[in-house]
């Protein structure tokens, strides 16, 4: 009985022992890819930034037939009447997915 | 004698146990006969044997017990020696066999735009590195390399001289992705590896290239904001320690110690990029059409001391124009001519040394020490009032206002806008200007200081003067930094480097902008005018001096305009300063027009409301589509908000913004059943600088005079490794410097990071003092 009992430990050590390493390797595994992951986002941002610079914005507008207009008109109204009032200042830029 | 005695010793061997061993077959050396102990001839019986094989038998045993007591006790002595003595060393030694340490790079902190758009940001990726002392065949793992790698990435020869240096380290490739990673891999080819690296990316390529510099291959800023911010944006390497197999991969269960890297900070400046795309295209076409060696314009925002938009161009040697890689508007000064004498008029004004009605004869020449100053256009002597003196910009005026001040107090403002001291920026490189110090003035510097020559100054300077006055006389510190944000996203205001001064009085700064509108409105800066708002501003022609000599250069000015808008409320300035303009030299000629078309932009771009009052009239027959109400206003040009809010809906299409002078006209140029272009109508509210159009009016269109494409230079003295990231599909890279995108700087095969820009630690020092002859002049409008 007391053999049955060590024999029965024993191999559950070496399962649980078998099982963290499989677990080490999987973990090694997405370790990896969560760095192949980040790197893609890297590229991506830098690809959707080089996109979305005025440059680009207005070669594109250029190339599907936009043009800038001949003259600009400011129509009055009524808040333009008033006397300007200044907000509490430049609202700072929303930075949440900027990084 | 017994025959026995002569008979072999039969168990000699057994006699030799314990001693010396005699080998088999051989007979003593020494004779029977002298053997010292011979063997009594009644051992020889069986009982005899016995005794003498026990006594054998426990020595032998003694001799086991003793030597295995001294094997176990020299066991003991070794384990003690292992596990005691040596345990530390052991242990370390052990430790260096399966512990790997792995650096952690740090990311590079991002530079943004005021609204978060990315101008400069790291991207981690992949270099291909060699140690060619493990290469045995440098042609056949060049062969095989080249093989994974994209056509025409590099020359073969190259590839091969690279993996025969006698060296341990040959950078190969820069810029290889995952997938290109992974090919290369699978071949296993010996010698070969990849090394993770950071690059510096601009996404805007040369936008604001001058403002945020450059970084080397090392990642290190080396001018502009990335050195201006160095420490911030470099972070802290982490580090990885874990166990490891002879494979290199991680033990399970195994020891591991993770410090994580904490990323650089990342910073928003105040820079527009959507306006200083246009700031760019506008400037660049200003440059070529004035047939100026390069030029300067910037435009901030007067209440905050914000730069927005900030351009440095230049002509280069092919005749196109581009942007620059110093900071010319910090690092070079020039002397500023007339746009510095709102200086001496508003430290007159607030001196009470005169009052904008205080009148002066004038003559059109006037002598000050042994020199003769005077006035560009030749004109009778006039009796001029203050206001007359600078809507004409007249140097014999404003001389001689200067000399009611006295010199002290003329240098006591002059460095109080902040002559002569850097600006709250503190950029890498930037020029404080030159200001002489008070003993060393001569006696035609109250001529030539007023008019604004004998000084230096910046561009950024200048501007800073113009809004104190549009800020009510308080000098806000100019800034380019609003925020910086860490790896956790916190973002914290960057705080002032200064606190505002308060240089003159809101009612010397209010007078003096009602003199500087004059100026636009019926002086030297009428090209000025924006449709639809007050402008106040300054026109400058300044001569230039000569850098080996005393004296000016005959026929080398800097033209210049300063000012802001609205009048009555101002939110932007605007300086634009050209050098060596050719068509001609006055700033009321060549910078003004400028000057207009980027503020027209501006106002548009942040939707900045037309002046109310006189500006804004009706063009369309008001007593065809007006109320009663609204003819009254129609004739006198005054909006009430009660008349708006009455008949804006109404007249909202034929309602236009026109100078004042106009209003009785109605123009055709502003009837949309009249005109065949296309018109975008654009409803202004009161808008911050913070939120602009989302889009840049497409009235902008800058890229109509896009800045001139660098030409594709090689600038490497040595091939460098080419860079895939930066690659152009279809070009050799290894001894061919890559071609920039259009607008580009000039870049080597490596990247823009070992570009051969100059930092920005120079400063061109250009200044004369006491020059024979001043001329200091501004046109007429033509």
């Given at each position: 009985m007391l053999l049955f009992g060590v024999v029965l430990i024993a191999f559950a050590a070496i399962a649980m022992h078998s099982q963290l390493a499989s677990r080490q390797l999987r973990l090694n595994v997405l370790r990896t890819d969560v760095d192949a992951a980040e790197r893609e986002h890297q590229r991506l941002r830098l690809t959707v930034a080089e996109l979305d610079t005025p440059e680009q914005v207005v070669s594109s507008a250029y190339s599907l037939g936009l043009v800038g207009a001949a003259e600009v008109e400011f129509l009055p109204t009524a808040s333009t009447m008033e006397p300007p009032t200044r907000t509490a200042g430049p609202t700072v830029p929303d930075l949440a997915g900027g990084r | 004698m017994s025959p026995s005695w002569t008979r072999p010793n039969l168990h000699a061997r057994s006699v030799a146990i314990g001693g010396r061993r005699r080998r088999p077959g051989r007979a003593s050396r020494r004779p029977v006969g002298h053997s010292k102990r011979p063997v009594p001839p009644q051992r020889r019986n069986t009982g005899g044997v016995v005794a003498v094989d026990r006594r054998r038998s426990r020595r032998r045993l003694v001799a086991l017990n003793s030597f295995g007591i001294l094997l176990v006790v020299a066991m003991m002595g070794r384990s003690a020696q292992l596990q005691v003595l040596q345990r530390d060393t052991l242990a370390e030694r052990g430790d260096r066999q399966r512990l790997r340490e792995t650096v952690i790079r740090a990311e590079r902190g991002d530079i943004l735009d005021r609204f978060g758009a990315p101008l400069a940001m790291s991207v981690r990726d992949w270099r291909l590195i060699a140690d060619p002392q493990l290469i045995a065949n440098p042609s056949a793992t060049a062969d095989l390399v080249l093989a994974k790698l994209p056509p025409r990435t590099v020359e073969r020869a190259w590839m091969v001289d690279k993996l025969s240096e006698p060296t341990r380290y040959a950078i190969l490739v820069n810029g290889i992705d995952d997938d290109l990673k992974a090919k290369i891999e699978a071949a296993r080819i010996k010698g070969v590896y990849f090394s993770e690296r950071f690059r510096r990316e601009?996404?805007?390529?040369?936008?604001?290239r001058s403002i945020i510099g450059r970084v080397d291959t090392e990642q290190r800023g080396t001018s502009g904001l990335e050195k201006m911010l160095e420490n911030e944006l470099t972070g802290r390497d982490g580090e990885l320690i874990s166990e490891r197999s002879e494979r290199g991969t991680q033990i399970p269960g195994g020891k591991r110690t993770l410090r994580p890297a904490v990323s650089g900070r990342t910073f928003v400046t105040t820079i527009d990029r959507s306006l200083q795309y246009a700031v760019d295209g506008m400037t660049s076409k200003g440059i070529a059409d004035s047939g100026a060696r390069g030029g300067v314009v910037i435009v901030s925002d007067v209440k905050t001391g914000e730069i927005l938009a900030l351009s440095n161009m230049e002509v280069t040697s092919d005749g196109g124009v581009r942007s620059t890689g110093r900071n010319t508007a910090l690092v070079s000064v020039y002397e500023p001519g007339s746009v510095n004498k709102v200086i001496t008029m508003a430290a007159a004004i607030e001196e009470r040394?005169?009052?904008?009605?205080t009148a002066l004869i004038v003559p059109d020449f006037y002598k000050v020490g042994d020199h003769r100053f005077k006035d560009d256009v030749g004109h009778k002597t006039m009796r001029w009032t203050i206001r007359d003196v600078l809507v004409n910009s007249s140097n014999v005026g404003t001389i001689k206002v200067a000399q009611t001040l006295t010199k002290t107090r003329l240098d006591r403002y002059l460095r109080g806008f902040g002559l002569g001291s850097k600006t709250a920026?503190?950029?890498?490189?930037e020029s404080a200007g030159i200001m002489l110090p008070l003993n060393k003035w001569t006696s035609t510097s109250i001529g030539t200081v007023p008019i604004g020559q004998g000084i230096s100054v910046t561009a950024v300077q200048m501007l800073s003067v113009y809004n104190t006055l549009a800020n009510g006389g308080v000098r806000m510190p100019m800034r380019l930094l609003r925020s910086s944000v860490d790896d956790r996203g916190v973002e914290t205001p960057v705080a002032l480097r200064e606190q505002p001064v308060t240089v003159v009085s809101s009612a010397t700064a209010a007078t003096m902008t009602s003199m500087l509108v004059d100026v636009v409105d019926k002086g030297t800066g009428r090209a000025a005018h924006v449709k639809g708002y007050s402008v106040a501003g300054k026109t400058g022609t300044a001569q230039k001096p000569n850098e080996r000599s005393r004296g000016y250069r005959a026929g080398a000015y800097v033209a210049s305009f300063a000012g802001y808008f609205p009048a009555e409320s101002p939110r932007l300035s605007v300086i634009v300063v050209l050098d060596e303009p050719q068509t001609s030299i006055y700033g009321g000629v060549v910078a003004a027009p400028l000057f207009a078309e980027v503020a027209r932009w501006a106002g548009q771009h942040y939707r900045i409301p037309p002046s109310a009052g006189s500006r804004v009239v009706l063009t369309p027959d008001p007593s065809t589509v007006l109320s009663a109400e609204m003819r009254a206003v129609a004739r006198t040009g005054n909006w009430s908000a009660a008349t708006i809010r009455k008949n804006a809906l109404p007249a909202a299409a034929s309602i236009a913004s026109r100078p004042a002078s106009a209003a009785s006209a109605p123009s055709s140029t502003v009837l949309p059943s009249t005109r065949r272009e296309p018109t975008a109508v654009t409803i202004a509210p009161v808008a911050d600088l913070a939120s602009p159009s989302t889009s840049p009016p497409t009235t902008a269109a800058p890229a109509a005079v896009p800045v001139a494409s660098a030409p594709a230079t090689t600038a490497t003295p040595r091939p460098t490794a080419p860079d895939l990231a930066r690659r152009e599909p279809e070009r050799p890279r290894a001894t061919v410097a890559p071609t920039s995108p259009p607008s580009s700087a000039p870049v080597t095969a490596a990247g823009a990071q070992t570009s051969g820009e100059s930092t920005s630690t120079q400063t061109n020092v250009v200044v004369a003092t006491g020059a024979a002859v001043v001329s200091n002049v501004d046109a007429p409008n033509p």
């Open positions: - | 601009n996404p805007a390529s040369d936008l604001a040394a005169v009052t904008p009605q920026i503190d950029f890498p490189g």
